[in-house]
C-alpha cells in the first residue's frame, strides 16, 4: 500500500465525520465488552447490564438507518437467519417447550444485536475506543482472580470470577478474556507505541487465562496467535519492521506462558499437561462418553434434529443435566444436517470475509472463539456471540488495519 494511498483513504474520512450517534454506539459497544467478564455480578431479576447496552445500541442503529434512510448488514446474516428460522420451526418436535423457548429467546436477541452492530461501519477511532474498554475490562478481571481470595472454585485449582455471590464458569471467562489477549497481541506486532504497556496487559491477562484451568481456552488463544501474527496483515510496515515486531509479540508471549505456567498450582499444571491436553484424565473421557451418547440421539432424526434446547433433556438416564461439550455437535443434534449446514455456512462465509480483507486480528479472534467451542456447549454463551460480534466489527470497518492498541 502506497503513501499516496494513506493520504486518500484519510482525507476521505475527515470529508465524512462520524456522526454523534455513532460515537455513543462505539460507546455503548465499549461498555457492552468492558462489563462482560463481570455480566453475572452486574445481572439483577430484570436481567443483565449488558442486555440494556444491547437493547440501547438496537435503538440507536434503528434512529441511524432512519436518519440516513438506508440499512446495512452483513451478506452471512443470511445463512444466521435461515439458521433461526430453522431453530423456531423445532419447536413444533422439541422435547421441552419451557427449555425450547428459553434458548430461541437467546439467540434471537443476539442475532437481532448482530445484525444492528453489522449496520455501522465503525471508523478506526471508534474501534480503538471499544478495544481498549475491552482491554480495560479484561485487565479488571485478570487482577480480581490473581489477588481476589475467593477466585478459587476449589475444583482441581481452577480460578473464576466470584463476586457477590455469583460465580462464572471459567472456561467462558477464558473466552471473554481471548478478545482482548488477540488484540494486544496484534499490538505488538503491528505497533511500536506503548508496546511496554501491552506487554504487561498481555501478561496479566494470559495469567489469568491459565488460573482458569480452561484447555480449550489455551488451545484457542494458541491458535488464535498463530492466526494474528502469522496471517496476512493489512497494516502498512516495512517487511524487516514486521519480522522484528513478530518476534517481539512471539518472544513476549512465550516468555509469559512459560513464567506464568512456573507458577500455577500442580492441579492445573497437570490439566495442561500432554496427558492432560489429550482427554486423558477423567474429564476427558467423561466428555468422550458424552459425544458417544449424543451420537444415538442424532439418528432419531438425522435431518431435521431433535429440537432447540432439547439434548440435556433428551440424554440416557444414568447422566445429571449435561450439555454436549460441543457447540457443532449441538447443532447438528437439535437442528439436523440442514441447520448445520446452515449455521456453518454463516460462520464460513465471516471467515472468508476476513480472509479477503486480509485482516488476521478478526480472523483470529473468530477462529479462536470457533475452536474453544468445539470443547463447550456455547451458543447461548457471551463468549461466542462476542467473538462473531467482533469479527463483523473489523469487516464493517474501511480500514480495519489502523485500531487494536491499547
Known amino acids: 500500500m502506497s503513501f499516496d494511498v494513506i493520504v486518500k483513504r484519510r482525507v476521505a474520512g475527515a470529508e465524512n465525520p462520524a456522526s454523534p450517534t455513532q460515537y455513543l454506539i462505539a460507546l455503548l459497544m465499549g461498555i457492552h465488552f468492558l462489563i462482560a467478564p463481570f455480566e453475572m455480578v452486574f445481572a439483577s431479576e430484570f436481567g443483565t447490564l449488558s442486555r440494556y447496552v444491547g437493547f440501547m445500541v438496537i435503538v440507536l442503529v434503528l434512529l441511524d438507518a432512519l436518519n440516513t434512510k438506508k440499512f446495512r448488514a452483513n451478506r452471512a446474516v443470511v445463512y444466521l437467519a435461515a439458521w433461526m428460522i430453522m431453530a423456531l420451526i423445532s419447536g413444533l418436535w422439541a422435547v421441552s417447550e419451557i427449555e425450547w423457548q428459553r434458548h430461541v429467546a437467546i439467540y434471537l436477541r443476539n442475532a437481532v444485536f448482530l445484525v444492528a452492530v453489522g449496520h455501522i461501519r465503525w471508523r478506526p477511532q ?8 475491552a482491554t480495560l475490562g479484561a485487565v479488571a478481571a485478570a487482577v480480581t482472580i490473581l489477588f481476589s481470595p475467593t477466585s478459587d472454585l476449589g475444583l482441581q485449582g481452577r480460578q473464576s470470577i466470584q463476586l457477590l455471590g455469583t460465580s462464572l464458569d471459567p472456561n467462558y471467562l477464558a473466552g471473554i478474556l481471548l478478545i482482548p489477549a488477540l488484540v494486544l497481541v496484534a499490538a505488538l506486532r503491528g505497533r511500536k507505541k506503548w508496546w511496554l504497556a501491552n506487554l504487561l496487559f498481555l501478561g496479566l491477562i494470559l495469567s489469568a487465562m ?3 484451568g480452561s484447555r480449550g481456552g489455551f488451545l ?7 492466526v494474528v501474527m502469522f496471517g496476512k496483515y493489512t497494516n502498512v510496515v516495512l517487511p524487516k519492521q514486521r519480522m522484528n515486531r513478530k518476534l517481539l509479540a512471539w518472544s513476549g508471549v512465550a516468555l509469559i506462558v512459560l ?3 512456573s507458577y500455577l498450582p500442580s492441579e492445573i499444571q497437570a490439566r495442561y499437561s500432554l496427558h492432560g491436553l489429550m482427554g486423558g484424565d477423567n474429564q476427558g473421557a467423561y466428555r468422550l462418553i458424552i459425544w458417544g451418547h449424543a451420537m444415538r440421539l442424532f439418528f432419531y432424526s438425522p435431518f431435521a434434529g431433535i429440537g432447540v434446547g432439547s439434548f440435556a433433556t433428551s440424554m440416557v438416564s444414568g447422566f445429571r443435566y449435561v450439555g454436549a461439550h460441543n457447540m457443532f455437535l449441538l447443532v447438528l443434534i437439535e437442528t439436523g444436517i440442514i441447520g448445520l449446514l446452515l449455521f456453518l455456512a454463516f460462520l464460513f462465509s465471516l471467515l472468508r470475509q476476513l480472509h479477503a480483507q486480509s485482516n488476521s486480528l478478526g480472523l483470529g479472534v473468530l477462529f479462536g472463539t470457533l475452536v474453544l467451542s468445539f470443547f463447550l456447549d456455547a451458543l447461548t454463551a457471551k463468549f461466542l456471540w462476542n467473538g462473531i460480534i467482533f469479527s463483523v466489527l473489523v469487516l464493517a470497518s474501511p480500514r480495519p488495519d489502523q485500531f487494536g492498541s491499547t
Request: aromatic share 10%; charged share 5%; hydrophobic share 60%.
Open 126 to 133: 471508534h474501534l480503538d475506543l471499544l478495544t481498549q474498554f
Open 210 to 212: 491459565l488460573l482458569t
Open 220 to 226: 484457542a488463544l494458541s491458535l488464535g496467535a498463530l
Open 259 to 261: 513464567v506464568s505456567f
